[in-house]
Each structure stands twice: as structure tokens, then as C-alpha cells.
């Protein structure tokens, strides 16, 4: 019968769906701490790229990545890092005047001032301590138990005080300030998240290991 057969084949196609799936949920949750520092490196390695692809004259390449970091980076010059110019960062004054008042927040740079980054200078900040806090829980895994919610805003308040009080224009924050405080979020993130992500993929593993177990 036609029917019989589509039907089986859906049972097949599903009992080896599923397969696949188990597969890749076991993968994802021996090697989760790999996964993660791999694709936090990726994150921040773009946005140093960005730059590096505009000076070799890739535009191509160069603007998709600005493009999706903006989505969750307003990337101002006079916030970023630049790369090949005289100085590793600008101004609000020093950018009206090499671009213009117009170009104040959307300046990318020239082959005389240096291209700047995809990232700015605190998310920057927040990635790169955040990879080196994956590698350093490669060597304290399992030891290092998660901060209290409320010291872990706490470690926040730093980054909070000082984006708050440049937002009205009260002030203006420091390349200094925002690595440092960026740094401490960044770092006290990962703190918090790996090693409930320790205990969820354990839980998994173990799941995956009962009704194996259960099937065999």
C-alpha cells in the first residue's frame, strides 16, 4: 500500500532525525566550554577584522560586518578604537573635524586616520574578558561556584555608573573607563553563566546516558 510505505518511510526519516539530534545535543554538551570560547573568539575577532579588510581595500567584506555588529553596537568613532592611523582613538572634536559635523556618529575612517573597529571600545572590552574568563574556567571548571545574584550586580554597577550618567550628557566617560568597567562585566558574566552551563550540560549528558541505557 502507498500509504503503508509514505508511513514508514516518516518513521524512518524520524527514528534517524532524532538520532542525528541526540548526536548533536551529546556533542554540544561534552564540548560546550569549546563551543562557547570558539564562538565568543569569533565575536570579537570580526570586529577587529573590519578594520584590517578596509585598509586592504575589501569593502565588500568589510561593511556586512559593521553592518550586523550595528545592530547591537551604536559603533561611534569617538568611542572605538582605530586601527593604522596616528592615534588609536578620536575625540568628538578631533572627528567634526576630520569628517565633518555630520559624520560625528557615523564616521568609519580613511587610509590617513586609521579605520575603526566594528566593536566599540566597552563591548570590545566586555568580549575580550569574557574570552579570557572561558579560558581561565578551562583550568577551574567544576571548582569555581557562580556569584551571588547580588554581587554579581554588584560587579555591574561600575559599567552601569558610568554608561547612565554620559547618556543625559552629564559627562563624558574615558577609553580607560570603558575598558576597565567593560572588562569587569564581561568577565563577571561569564563567572556567573559557565558554570550553570556546566550543570545543564551535565544534566543532559546524563539524561542522554539513562535512556540510552534504557533503550539498549
Given amino acids: 500500500m502507498p500509504e503503508e510505505s509514505l508511513w514508514r518511510a516518516r518513521v524512518r526519516f524520524n527514528l534517524w532525525f532524532v538520532r542525528i539530534v541526540d548526536r548533536v545535543q551529546i556533542f554540544a554538551g561534552r564540548h560546550w566550554l569549546a563551543l562557547v570560547n570558539v564562538a565568543l573568539v569569533l565575536v570579537a575577532a570580526l570586529p577587529i577584522l573590519a578594520p584590517v579588510l578596509l585598509a586592504f581595500g575589501l569593502d565588500w567584506l568589510a561593511w556586512p560586518i559593521y553592518t550586523v555588529y550595528h545592530m547591537v553596537c551604536h559603533q561611534w568613532p569617538f568611542r572605538t578604537f582605530f586601527l593604522f592611523g ?11 573635524l576630520l569628517a565633518g559635523t555630520d559624520q560625528v556618529y557615523t564616521f568609519v575612517g580613511n587610509a590617513d586616520v586609521g579605520y575603526k573597529m566594528a566593536f566599540c571600545e566597552r563591548d570590545l572590552a566586555i568580549t575580550l574578558a569574557a574570552i579570557g574568563m572561558g579560558l581561565l574556567y578551562i583550568v577551574v571548571r567544576r571548582r569555581l561556584a557562580p556569584p551571588s545574584l547580588l554581587f554579581y550586580a554588584l560587579l555591574l554597577l561600575p559599567i552601569a555608573l558610568d554608561g547612565f ?9 574615558t577609553a580607560e573607563l570603558r575598558l576597565a568597567t567593560g572588562a569587569l562585566a564581561g568577565a563577571a558574566t561569564v563567572w556567573l553563566l559557565f558554570p ?14 539513562n535512556w540510552t541505557e534504557g533503550t539498549a
Avoid at 596616528?86 to 567634526?96: E, T
Avoid at 550618567?165 to 566617560?173: A, H, I, V
Avoid at 550553570?196 to 546516558?209: F, G, T, V
Wanted: aromatic share 12%.
Fill in 196 to 209: 550553570y552551563l556546566e550543570l545543564r550540560a551535565d544534566r543532559m549528558l546524563a539524561s542522554a546516558a
Fill in 165 to 173: 550618567t554620559q547618556l543625559p550628557g552629564w559627562r563624558e566617560s
Fill in 86 to 96: 596616528p592615534q588609536p582613538f578620536y575625540s568628538v572634536s578631533d572627528i567634526a
